[in-house]
């Protein structure tokens, strides 16, 4: 049996040991693809074969362009490319143009977004309409889509104001605001010491269990509840009130923080992400104002000035 | 405990978490026999956590003192002498194997023997719902704003304007509440899931005047219809999902559809404050796997790029900008299915779940390997087999006119009527696909005859079927029509001209 354990260890090593060895290997192979003069090179020295010179060539090309590509996607943020639509019903032949949003956080691009266009009108072949994208819904896709690419109505007689470039600033700042929310509400997690247990471990991922229930209150009988919750007081009493939860909605728009002693605060964020209403009510319902003002300011900073 | 109050009354009071039916009644004993032993001990667990016990108060030693006596004997579970040494039990019983049984008779006729409370009965029918979630048919609608008057101003996007409903479970429960206990009582329960980002709720309908536990206990209806509704919020997304509780061999009767239109109706009231007004939106889309649902109707990145458009989703189509590797990513994916040669390509052929005897064909291998290819191009990594999110109904209708010189017709058409349809079609539930009367109009005006022409596919997976028709050659991958990708993202569909027909003001999938 331990054998058997050795051996497989031995060979998971082995396993991990080559993909290493691939990776490295696949980067020193682009590096050298991008070299400057590998082109040139290529075309003066003489090879044994023909085609393999062509076959380097290819390669050195496809990397070179690949290059370009990176460049200009990690530099401009916004990118338009031309995808072929393989349905032989498309409108338009098919012609389909694909602008990309990079989002970089933190140093790194995190995600990329993708809206593809087509032209639905054969009279005017500059108006675009969107074809697919990969927004989530809760970035105002439509909204802004109507704002800046109108479509003609029916008695207009000449094609609407369309302003691409708007569309995709103002869908770009949509889209970073809504990671750079998220990504504040996680740092703040972090700080209040509430972090969610790093992901769902895979060793019972099909089994899903029921969270918090919301509408504990919507029972109208008033039950003896007092005995037990004067147990948790008196635990709660020795320890330290803290934070023992920080949520948010999917859009980030609104956190609300639940302290150990219940009580709650809620509290909206605007998509720059400062915080500009908050409520903080005790478990009795009555409001805690000097810490509701205490909130307004900068999402970052939350949990400083709720602690402080 | 509580008093006991002989007289009902008609009242205007939700049904409270507490109030307990007895256990032999018959949603108690359906729900529970359904349940797995894990999903039965862990639920118990649940129950007599601290948070919990007010409405779900087991039957411990300190209660027995007072009336039936005369069953002591043949009592099989002695009862616990406290929630803790109770806790303690199921913990046991979950740490060893055993039969379902067991927890179940243990749940029913021990520590809950005096009645299983509304809140575990709720309790108990989501987590088979989770457990099974291919078990209900879901229909997926869209909360949509009412157009104000004012529309310009609320299409505006400004650093604090919000363009999804706002759900805020304690409003929305008050609201809901109130929209619904005039016509009927009803016991609610809202749910967050740990696992899935959604929030369930579900109602049970109890069509009775009264709130009380004996009003509960008597089974009013005859009919065996479901009492049930569930309603599921996928967080961040102006969806909604709805779906009857009936469960197998359960017809849904019409009282249990009035109730839910009556739920359904209520929802959206619910959800609208003063100067934002919603409305239940349909969005062609009906299915019972949730993944499905979430994929197609989710919060993701996903809604709007079903089919071959989910390359743009994944990073199958814009690698990361900082990936400057071109060498060995690109071949990576894709020369498992590309090379022609031994092991690969019946790796390949076997995931895509071919017969293993294509494999011996090397003459076909060219043919099937641009097959594949297109079906590639076509589907992208979605309708794989066994992806879970499988749609088990699509259905079109083909609205294009009839073709002068006589073709033959290859899809197998299920109902071919002549022109004024209605007249004969057979009894039963208006389906969505049927001619509204403008569109009969506007077919009379034209001088083609259109006929009415449906397509149904069926099946576990449709689109992977599709995918496995177009790589085995049976269906054309190049002409065949995009909507037969699944890249339209419903279920429910008029074709013309090979596009999906849109309605006015009606977007796809958004």
Same mark, same amino acid.
């Given at each position: 049996?331990?054998?058997?354990?050795?051996?497989?260890?031995?060979?998971?090593?082995?396993?991990?040991?080559?993909?290493?060895?691939?990776?490295?290997?696949?980067?020193?192979?682009?590096?050298?693809?991008?070299?400057?003069?590998?082109?040139?090179?290529?075309?003066?020295?003489?090879?044994?074969?023909?085609?393999?010179?062509?076959?380097?060539?290819?390669?050195?090309?496809?990397?070179?362009?690949?290059?370009?590509?990176?460049?200009?996607?990690?530099?401009?943020?916004?990118?338009?490319?031309?995808?072929?639509?393989?349905?032989?019903?498309?409108?338009?032949?098919?012609?389909?143009?694909?602008?990309?949003?990079?989002?970089?956080?933190?140093?790194?691009?995190?995600?990329?977004?993708?809206?593809?266009?087509?032209?639905?009108?054969?009279?005017?072949?500059?108006?675009?309409?969107?074809?697919?994208?990969?927004?989530?819904?809760?970035?105002?896709?439509?909204?802004?889509?109507?704002?800046?690419?109108?479509?003609?109505?029916?008695?207009?007689?000449?094609?609407?104001?369309?302003?691409?470039?708007?569309?995709?600033?103002?869908?770009?700042?949509?889209?970073?605001?809504?990671?750079?929310?998220?990504?504040?509400?996680?740092?703040?997690?972090?700080?209040?010491?509430?972090?969610?247990?790093?992901?769902?471990?895979?060793?019972?991922?099909?089994?899903?269990?029921?969270?918090?229930?919301?509408?504990?209150?919507?029972?109208?009988?008033?039950?003896?509840?007092?005995?037990?919750?004067?147990?948790?007081?008196?635990?709660?009493?020795?320890?330290?009130?803290?934070?023992?939860?920080?949520?948010?909605?999917?859009?980030?728009?609104?956190?609300?923080?639940?302290?150990?002693?219940?009580?709650?605060?809620?509290?909206?964020?605007?998509?720059?992400?400062?915080?500009?209403?908050?409520?903080?009510?005790?478990?009795?319902?009555?409001?805690?104002?000097?810490?509701?003002?205490?909130?307004?300011?900068?999402?970052?900073?939350?949990?400083?000035?709720?602690?402080? | 405990?509580?008093?006991?109050?002989?007289?009902?009354?008609?009242?205007?009071?939700?049904?409270?978490?507490?109030?307990?039916?007895?256990?032999?009644?018959?949603?108690?004993?359906?729900?529970?026999?359904?349940?797995?032993?894990?999903?039965?001990?862990?639920?118990?667990?649940?129950?007599?956590?601290?948070?919990?016990?007010?409405?779900?108060?087991?039957?411990?030693?300190?209660?027995?003192?007072?009336?039936?006596?005369?069953?002591?004997?043949?009592?099989?579970?002695?009862?616990?002498?406290?929630?803790?040494?109770?806790?303690?039990?199921?913990?046991?019983?979950?740490?060893?194997?055993?039969?379902?049984?067991?927890?179940?008779?243990?749940?029913?006729?021990?520590?809950?023997?005096?009645?299983?409370?509304?809140?575990?009965?709720?309790?108990?029918?989501?987590?088979?719902?989770?457990?099974?979630?291919?078990?209900?048919?879901?229909?997926?609608?869209?909360?949509?704003?009412?157009?104000?008057?004012?529309?310009?101003?609320?299409?505006?996007?400004?650093?604090?304007?919000?363009?999804?409903?706002?759900?805020?479970?304690?409003?929305?429960?008050?609201?809901?509440?109130?929209?619904?206990?005039?016509?009927?009582?009803?016991?609610?329960?809202?749910?967050?899931?740990?696992?899935?980002?959604?929030?369930?709720?579900?109602?049970?309908?109890?069509?009775?005047?009264?709130?009380?536990?004996?009003?509960?206990?008597?089974?009013?209806?005859?009919?065996?219809?479901?009492?049930?509704?569930?309603?599921?919020?996928?967080?961040?997304?102006?969806?909604?999902?709805?779906?009857?509780?009936?469960?197998?061999?359960?017809?849904?009767?019409?009282?249990?559809?009035?109730?839910?239109?009556?739920?359904?109706?209520?929802?959206?009231?619910?959800?609208?404050?003063?100067?934002?007004?919603?409305?239940?939106?349909?969005?062609?889309?009906?299915?019972?796997?949730?993944?499905?649902?979430?994929?197609?109707?989710?919060?993701?990145?996903?809604?709007?790029?079903?089919?071959?458009?989910?390359?743009?989703?994944?990073?199958?189509?814009?690698?990361?900008?900082?990936?400057?590797?071109?060498?060995?990513?690109?071949?990576?994916?894709?020369?498992?299915?590309?090379?022609? $040669?031994?092991?690969? /390509?019946? +790796? @390949?052929?076997?995931?895509?779940? %071919? !017969? &293993?005897? =294509?494999?011996?064909?090397?003459?076909?291998?060219?043919?099937?390997?641009?097959?594949?290819?297109?079906?590639?191009?076509?589907?992208?990594?979605?309708?794989?087999?066994?992806?879970?999110?499988?749609?088990?109904?699509?259905?079109?209708?083909?609205?294009?006119?009839?073709?002068?010189? $006589?073709?033959?017709? /290859?899809? +197998? @058409?299920?109902?071919?009527?002549? %022109? !004024? &349809?209605? =007249?004969?079609?057979?009894?039963?539930?208006?389906?969505?696909?049927?001619?509204?009367?403008?569109?009969?109009?506007?077919?009379?005006?034209?001088?083609?005859?259109?006929?009415?022409?449906?397509?149904?596919?069926?099946?576990?997976?449709?689109?992977?079927?599709?995918?496995?028709?177009?790589?085995?050659?049976?269906?054309?991958?190049?002409?065949?029509?995009?909507?037969?990708?699944?890249?339209?993202?419903?279920?429910?569909?008029?074709?013309?001209?090979?596009?999906?027909?849109?309605?006015?003001?009606?977007?796809?999938?958004?």
């Amino acid at each position: 049996m331990s054998d058997l354990e050795a051996l497989d260890n031995d060979i998971g090593d082995l396993r991990t040991k080559i993909a290493n060895l691939q990776t490295h290997r696949a980067n020193l192979s682009a590096i050298l693809l991008s070299h400057p003069h590998l082109p040139a090179r290529l075309q003066q020295r003489p090879v044994l074969h023909e085609r393999n010179r062509r076959e380097a060539a290819a390669c050195a090309e496809k990397q070179s362009k690949r290059n370009t590509e990176n460049v200009y996607r990690a530099c401009a943020g916004i990118t338009a490319f031309k995808v072929k639509d393989p349905d032989p019903y498309a409108v338009d032949n098919g012609n389909v143009l694909g602008v990309r949003i990079e989002v970089s956080i933190g140093g790194r691009f995190i995600e990329t977004y993708s809206v593809l266009f087509n032209r639905p009108n054969t009279q005017y072949k500059n108006v675009l309409r969107i074809h697919k994208h990969t927004i989530p819904p809760c970035i105002p896709l439509q909204p802004l889509a109507n704002k800046w690419l109108p479509m003609s109505t029916k008695d207009a007689e000449n094609a609407p104001e369309q302003n691409l470039i708007r569309f995709g600033k103002s869908l770009r700042k949509e889209l970073v605001g809504w990671h750079l929310r998220m990504e504040a509400i996680e740092k703040l997690r972090a700080e209040a010491g509430v972090l969610e247990k790093s992901k769902p471990t895979n060793e019972e991922p099909r089994r899903h269990t029921i969270g918090n229930v919301l509408n504990a209150f919507v029972s109208d009988e008033e039950s003896d509840e007092d005995d037990e919750d004067e147990d948790e007081d008196r635990n709660q009493a020795d320890r330290p009130v803290r934070i023992a939860s920080i949520d948010a909605d999917a859009a980030g728009r609104e956190i609300t923080v639940t302290w150990t002693d219940q009580r709650i605060g809620i509290f909206k964020v605007a998509k720059d992400g400062s915080i500009d209403k908050a409520i903080v009510k005790d478990r009795y319902g009555s409001r805690d104002s000097a810490l509701s003002r205490k909130a307004i300011g900068r999402m970052e900073g939350l949990v400083q000035r709720l602690t402080a | 405990m509580a008093p006991n109050t002989k007289a009902s009354v008609p009242d205007y009071k939700n049904i409270p978490h507490a109030h307990r039916v007895p256990v032999n009644h018959r949603e108690v004993q359906r729900i529970f026999s359904k349940l797995s032993r894990q999903s039965l001990i862990s639920l118990a667990l649940q129950w007599l956590a601290k948070k919990n016990r007010d409405f779900c108060r087991p039957y411990l030693l300190g209660d027995e003192d007072t009336e039936e006596e005369e069953e002591e004997e043949d009592e099989q579970y002695t009862p616990a002498q406290s929630l803790e040494e109770l806790q303690e039990i199921y913990k046991q019983l979950a740490a060893r194997k055993g039969g379902k049984r067991e927890v179940q008779d243990r749940i029913l006729e021990g520590d809950w023997r005096k009645g299983i409370s509304m809140y575990q009965l709720a309790t108990a029918d989501i987590q088979y719902l989770l457990d099974h979630t291919n078990s209900l048919r879901w229909t997926a609608k869209r909360l949509a704003r009412v157009p104000a008057k004012s529309a310009s101003l609320d299409m505006e996007v400004t650093n604090d304007s919000d363009h999804l409903p706002r759900f805020q479970a304690q409003t929305f429960m008050a609201n809901l509440a109130r929209e619904l206990t005039p016509l009927m009582k009803a016991h609610y329960l809202l749910t967050k899931i740990k696992t899935l980002p959604m929030t369930i709720l579900r109602v049970y309908m109890h069509d009775s005047p009264y709130s009380t536990e004996a009003s509960l206990a008597t089974e009013t209806s005859s009919s065996e219809s479901a009492k049930a509704v569930f309603f599921i919020w996928p967080n961040g997304s102006p969806f909604v999902y709805s779906s009857i509780a009936n469960h197998l061999g359960q017809g849904i009767g019409d009282d249990s559809r009035h109730l839910r239109d009556i739920v359904q109706q209520a929802i959206p009231k619910a959800f609208s404050r003063p100067s934002a007004r919603y409305q239940l939106a349909g969005t062609n889309f009906t299915t019972k796997s949730l993944e499905a649902l979430l994929n197609y109707r989710g919060s993701g990145k996903s809604n709007s790029a079903a089919g071959g458009w989910n390359v743009f989703q994944d990073h199958s189509f814009s690698q990361n900008a900082l990936d400057f590797i071109t060498s060995q990513n690109e071949k990576s994916p894709t020369r498992t299915h590309t090379t022609a $040669s031994g092991q690969s /390509s019946k +790796a @390949a052929t076997t995931t895509s779940g %071919r !017969p &293993a005897k =294509h494999t011996l064909d090397l003459s076909e291998s060219s043919d099937s390997k641009r097959r594949r290819e297109v079906a590639e191009g076509r589907f992208g990594t979605s309708a794989l087999p066994g992806d879970g999110k499988g749609l088990e109904r699509f259905e079109v209708r083909i609205d294009d006119a009839f073709p002068q010189l $006589s073709r033959s017709e /290859s899809h +197998a @058409a299920d109902e071919n009527n002549t %022109r !004024p &349809a209605n =007249h004969d079609r057979r009894k039963g539930r208006p389906s969505l696909l049927d001619r509204s009367l403008e569109e009969i109009e506007e077919l009379e005006d034209g001088e083609s005859w259109v006929p009415d022409v449906r397509v149904v596919f069926q099946g576990s997976h449709v689109f992977a079927g599709v995918r496995q028709l177009v790589e085995q050659g049976v269906v054309n991958g190049e002409t065949m029509p995009g909507w037969m990708t699944g890249e339209a993202g419903v279920t429910v569909a008029a074709v013309k001209d090979g596009r999906i027909k849109t309605k006015k003001g009606h977007v796809l999938g958004v």
